[in-house]
């Protein structure tokens, strides 16, 4: 190595290029880490989005059921319809329930899988509504 008409000595060239290699070292430790640190942020993001979606139609399968006229069978598929509606890109292999509980309480549960683009990374969502049975009753 020659700089500015002078030669380096032979332990500080070595020094020079150590340094250079340790560089690419580090960039190559730290940018894959990065990445990895920005596609789980991602992730994140997607699951609650997936979350609040899944909440949603657990919602409107409910609303659906407990309407008087309302049967669980409309609240299951006032639920897929809004999964179908809102989520199919977010949420894979997705499933409705509805039960009838004690008291003339309906239940809809709501679960599925966030979309994930992370390879291996699959976080499952689950939202569960239960709402009270209405239905006109004469008194007297």
């Not at 008409?5 to 340094?19: D, E, F, I, V």
């Given at each position: ?39 789980l ?7 609650a989005?997936?979350?609040?979606l ?52 309906v ?34």
């Amino acid at each position: 190595m020659v700089t500015s008409g002078r030669r380096l000595h032979p332990t500080l060239a070595r020094r020079c290029t150590l340094g250079e290699d340790g560089s690419v070292v580090e960039a190559t430790i730290a940018i894959p880490a990065a990445m990895l640190v920005i596609l789980l942020s991602v992730q994140i993001c997607l699951w609650a989005h997936a979350s609040t979606l899944a909440q949603a139609a657990a919602n409107r399968g409910d609303e659906s059921a407990c309407v008087e006229g309302g049967s669980l069978t409309s609240g299951i598929a006032a639920a897929q319809l809004a999964l179908t509606d809102t989520a199919k890109h977010v949420l894979t292999d997705t499933s409705v329930q509805a039960s009838l509980m004690p008291g003339d309480s309906v239940q809809v549960r709501v679960t599925g899988v966030a979309e994930s683009i992370v390879p291996g990374f699959h976080l499952s969502v689950s939202a569960v509504r239960v709402g009270a049975k209405q239905e006109f009753r004469v008194t007297g």
